[in-house]
């Protein structure tokens, strides 16, 4: 059974981002309304097998919004380097019961039953990870970053969790390739900022950190020029997010495919 959220991961992600912030780049698991806004692009295609990815997974709350919105015969591609969090995302996937989440559609509230067996990427650095099939939804958590994901699979969905305004705006670009080396033609990709971050680095940060913030909005801005992008404020969150949607356009993905 699962609640939302739940006391237990969100004492481990304050935990977490007491050891790193980051790393985590928040202070709180996103929030039922931030999480259904990120699994959008599933939404719009309900009933449809999809292959999505999703990538800085947390403690999970978004992936319990897609386990619930994913359609039999899909496949979810969970990507989260932190260890305390991958093994919260291993229960989260556990526990997960259809029909006691209001994302949950018609379909999904038939009883599933649910395989378990083991894989391993090539990279060294990706854990052994549990694969679960569970009404035709193949699961599988890689505890590994993910420029280290070792696959052939290409995605319909990705969803990033990674606090890009964190990084620095060459770590930011090369996620953005790597997100769109990875997504089919017509493929969405979403992931989200939090507002006010810009104006409180101005005032609390350094010139130079300022600097670099501003960088990896100008980097962020230009993948979404370059694309079809769509925007939404989530205020029911903390702090309150914008999530982008971006669909790059096909002469974007075969430049990034050539490299």
């Not at 698991?29 to 699994?39: H, K, V």
């Not at 997504?183 to 990709?189: A, D, F, I, K, T």
Request: proline share 7%; with cysteine; charged share 25%.
């Amino acid at each position: 059974m699962t609640s939302w959220p739940r006391f237990t991961d969100t004492r481990l992600f304050v935990t977490e981002a007491a050891r790193g912030f980051r790393i985590t780049g928040a202070v709180a698991p996103s929030s039922r309304r931030l999480a259904a806004a990120l699994a959008t692009p599933v939404t719009e295609r309900a009933g449809q097998p999809l292959d999505v990815l999703e990538v800085g997974a947390g403690t999970g709350p978004v992936t319990r919004c897609l386990l619930a919105l994913l359609a039999p015969g899909s496949t979810l591609d969970v990507v989260e380097a932190n260890p305390r969090f991958a093994a919260a995302l291993r229960n989260a996937v556990r526990e997960h019961r259809p029909g006691r989440d209001e994302h949950a559609t018609h379909a999904q509230m038939r009883d599933r039953h649910t395989t378990h067996t083991k894989v391993r990427d090539d990279h060294p650095g990706e854990a052994l990870v549990p694969v679960r099939s569970e009404d035709g939804v193949r699961v599988r958590i890689h505890e590994t970053r993910i420029e280290y994901l070792n696959t052939r699979q290409s995605y319909d969905v990705i969803v990033s969790g990674l606090p890009f305004t964190n990084f620095v705006p060459d770590t930011v670009t090369s996620l953005m390739d790597r997100y769109i080396e990875l997504l089919r033609p017509g493929g969405s990709l979403t992931y989200f900022a939090y507002l006010g971050t810009a104006p409180a680095r101005r005032l609390v940060a350094s010139a130079g950190e300022a600097a670099r913030h501003r960088a990896v909005e100008t980097v962020l801005a230009g993948y979404r020029q370059r694309g079809s992008a769509v925007g939404r404020t989530v205020w029911a969150n903390v702090p309150p997010a914008r999530v982008w949607h971006v669909r790059p356009t096909p002469s974007l993905a075969r430049t990034r495919a050539l490299g």
